[in-house]
C-alpha cells in the first residue's frame, strides 16, 4: 500500500485521520451523493465514526489499499475520496461532496491516483457505473477508461436490480486484456455498440 500524500494542482490527497469524523458524516451522510454507491447514507455522527474504526483505522489491512481522501489545499479538509479494491477486480470509486461537482475535481485526483497505481506496478483498473449515473460514465471516459460491457447485477446491501457498464484501463499497454468476471456472473450481459 502505498500510503504517500498525492499533491495536485488543487488538491492533497491523504489518508483519513480520526479528525475527519465530521468530514466523513457529510459526504457519506449525503443521500444524493450516495445515490449511485453501494451504501446507505449515514444516519449520525456514530455510524461515522464506527465506518472510520472499521474501513480507515486499520487500512494496512484491508482489501482497499488505495483509499484517499480528496481535500482542497486551501484548508485540507475532506471533500469526496477516491478507493483501489486490492482483489481481482483493481475496482476504482469515487464520491465528491455536491458543492464540489461540474469543477473537474474527481478528474483531477483520479489522475494522479492513476499515475501512482501505474507507478506502484498495478497492471489495469476496472470501473462500473449504474447506467442511470451517466456522469460517472463521462468521468470514466475523460479518464481514459474504454467501456468494455454492460450487465445486470442484483445490487447489495440495498437489493436493487441494477444495470452497470463496466470500464476497464489497462495500465500497462495491454489493450487486449478484459476483466469478465461481472460478464460471467451475470445471466444478462451485452456490449452496447453506440459506446464501443
Known amino acids: ?19 475527519d469524523i465530521e468530514a466523513i458524516y457529510r459526504i457519506y451522510s449525503d443521500k444524493e451523493v450516495n445515490t449511485f454507491l453501494p ?13 472510520y474504526k472499521e474501513q480507515f483505522e486499520s487500512q494496512d489491512n484491508q482489501e482497499i489499499a488505495y483509499h484517499y481522501a480528496i481535500c482542497l489545499k486551501e484548508n485540507n479538509i475532506p471533500i469526496g ?8 477486480s483493481h475496482d476504482f470509486g469515487y464520491a465528491l461532496c455536491k458543492e464540489f ?20 506496478g498495478i497492471l489495469y483498473i476496472t470501473a462500473t457505473h449504474d447506467v442511470k449515473n ?7 471516459r475523460r479518464l481514459g477508461m474504454k467501456y468494455q460491457y454492460s450487465y445486470e447485477e442484483q445490487w ?3 437489493n436493487l436490480l441494477v444495470t ?22 451475470s445471466k444478462v450481459h451485452y456490449i452496447e455498440k453506440d459506446l464501443e
Open 164 to 185: 452497470f457498464r463496466m470500464y476497464q484501463l489497462n495500465l500497462d499497454g495491454n489493450d487486449n486484456r478484459v476483466y469478465k468476471k461481472y460478464w460471467n456472473c
Open 101 to 120: 461537482w461540474h469543477k473537474g475535481i474527481v478528474t483531477e485526483a483520479s489522475k494522479a491516483v492513476i499515475q501512482q497505481l501505474k507507478n506502484d
Open 156 to 158: 447489495q446491501p440495498k
Open 134 to 140: 451517466y456522469r460517472s460514465g463521462e468521468v470514466m
Open 39 to 51: 451504501w446507505f447514507v449515514l444516519k449520525d455522527i456514530n455510524e461515522a465514526k464506527q465506518l
Open 81 to 88: 475520496y477516491i478507493h483501489v479494491n486490492m482483489d481481482e
Open 1 to 19: 500500500m502505498n500510503t504517500a500524500i498525492i499533491e495536485t494542482k488543487r488538491l492533497l490527497l491523504r489518508k483519513f485521520d480520526k479528525d
